[in-house]
C-alpha cells in the first residue's frame, strides 16, 4: 500500500514540530507550506515537499481524496486559508483545522464545507512545545468515517492513549477550548501556592527544591509542576519577569459559554480574569504564571529592563 499524503499549511511553532514527527515516522509523505520560506526549507530538508503557495501545494497532491490540513493563528488568518482551500477541493475531499479556533467558527466551517460535499475535521491539539519529543494529545470533531480515514495521520504524530473522536463538528475546538480553560485555572492554583511560599511565614525557602519534591509522588506532581521546576533552574526567583500574563483567547470563549449555559465555571474563570488584574499588578504568582506558559508553549513573556 503506498504513503498516505497530506497538504500542511502553517510551519509556526507548533505546526513546524507536527510535520517533522510525520516525517520521522515514514509513514507520511507531507507537502508544506508556509508564508515564509525558511520553515519550508527545513521542512523539504527532512524530507517534505515544499510550496510558495497554496494553490501549489493543493495542486501537487495525487491521492484520490485529498487531505488538506491549516495550522495557523485562529481568527482571519485561519478563515482566509479555509475559504481559499475550499475553492481549491473537490467533493469528498478533506478540510483539517488544527488552529486553537473558536468553535463556534468551527461548526459554521462544517457547514459551508459539507454545503460543497467536503469533509472536515476540527482538531484542539496540545502538549505545546514540549510534544515535539513525546507526542501530540488532540482532541477532534467531525464524522466518524472521516476520522477513521485520516487516522494514519493522527497515529504518525499523537501520544498514545492521547488522540480521539470526541464528539460531531465543532466538539473537537470546544473540548480543547474547556482544556484550556481548566489548565488556566490548574496554573493560577499553582502560582499562588509559590507566591505565598515565597511571601508567608518562611522566608528563603528553596523554590525550586520544593518543586522538585512535589514532582516525585505528591498529589500535586503534574507536567505543569514539571515545567514550574524547569523555569525556577533558568532563573531561581523568576526576577528577569514582567508580572505580564497574556490569554490566547479560549479562556475567555470558555468563560462566555459557562455563563451563556448557566454553568458554574467559578474557579476558571476567576482565573482568566487574575491574568487581567496581572497587567497592573507585581508578584511572585503572575511571574510564576508567565514562566509557566513560556516553558510549555513557548508563549512569549516580558522581562524587566536592565
Not at 129 to 142: Q, R
Not at 256 to 267: G, I, R
Request: aromatic share 8%; net charge positive; hydrophobic share 40%.
Amino acid at each position: 500500500m503506498s504513503k498516505m499524503e497530506i497538504g500542511f499549511i502553517g510551519l509556526g511553532r507548533m505546526g513546524a514540530n507536527m510535520v517533522n514527527r510525520m516525517l520521522e515516522s515514514k509513514k507520511i509523505n507531507v507537502f508544506v507550506q508556509n508564508r515564509s520560506p525558511d520553515p519550508v526549507k527545513k521542512a523539504v530538508s527532512k524530507g517534505a515537499k515544499g510550496f510558495a503557495k497554496i494553490e501549489d501545494l493543493i495542486s501537487n497532491l495525487k491521492q484520490k481524496r485529498k487531505i488538506v490540513w491549516i495550522m495557523l493563528p485562529s481568527g482571519e488568518v485561519t478563515e482566509k486559508a479555509f475559504q481559499q482551500v475550499l475553492k481549491l477541493l473537490n467533493k469528498n475531499d478533506i478540510i483539517i483545522d488544527g488552529a486553537n479556533s473558536n468553535f463556534h467558527d468551527s461548526m459554521r466551517r462544517h457547514k459551508e464545507a459539507e454545503k460543497k460535499g467536503i469533509n472536515m475535521l476540527d482538531v484542539g491539539v496540545s502538549g505545546g512545545i514540549i510534544a515535539a519529543t513525546k507526542g501530540y494529545p488532540m482532541m477532534i470533531g467531525g464524522k466518524k468515517e472521516v476520522y477513521k480515514f485520516c487516522k494514519p495521520i493522527f497515529d504518525s504524530f499523537g501520544i498514545k492513549e492521547g488522540y480521539d473522536l470526541v464528539g460531531e463538528g465543532g466538539a473537537g475546538h470546544y473540548v480543547k477550548m474547556i482544556h484550556n480553560a481548566i489548565e488556566y485555572g490548574m496554573m493560577q492554583a499553582i502560582a499562588e501556592g509559590f507566591d505565598l511560599l515565597e511571601n508567608g511565614r518562611f522566608k528563603g525557602l528553596d523554590l525550586k527544591h520544593i518543586s522538585h519534591i512535589w514532582n516525585h509522588g505528591t498529589i500535586v506532581s503534574s507536567f505543569l509542576m514539571q515545567m514550574v521546576e524547569q523555569a525556577l533552574s533558568k532563573d531561581k526567583n523568576l526576577k528577569k519577569l514582567e508580572p505580564y500574563v497574556q490569554d490566547s483567547g479560549e479562556g475567555k470563549w470558555a468563560a462566555t459559554e459557562a455563563l451563556e449555559k448557566s454553568v458554574p465555571f467559578v474557579c476558571n474563570s476567576y482565573a482568566l480574569h487574575a491574568r487581567f488584574i496581572s497587567r497592573e499588578k507585581n508578584s511572585t504568582a503572575f511571574r510564576m504564571l508567565a514562566a509557566i506558559r513560556q516553558e510549555f508553549g513557548g508563549h512569549p513573556v516580558k522581562e524587566k529592563k536592565k
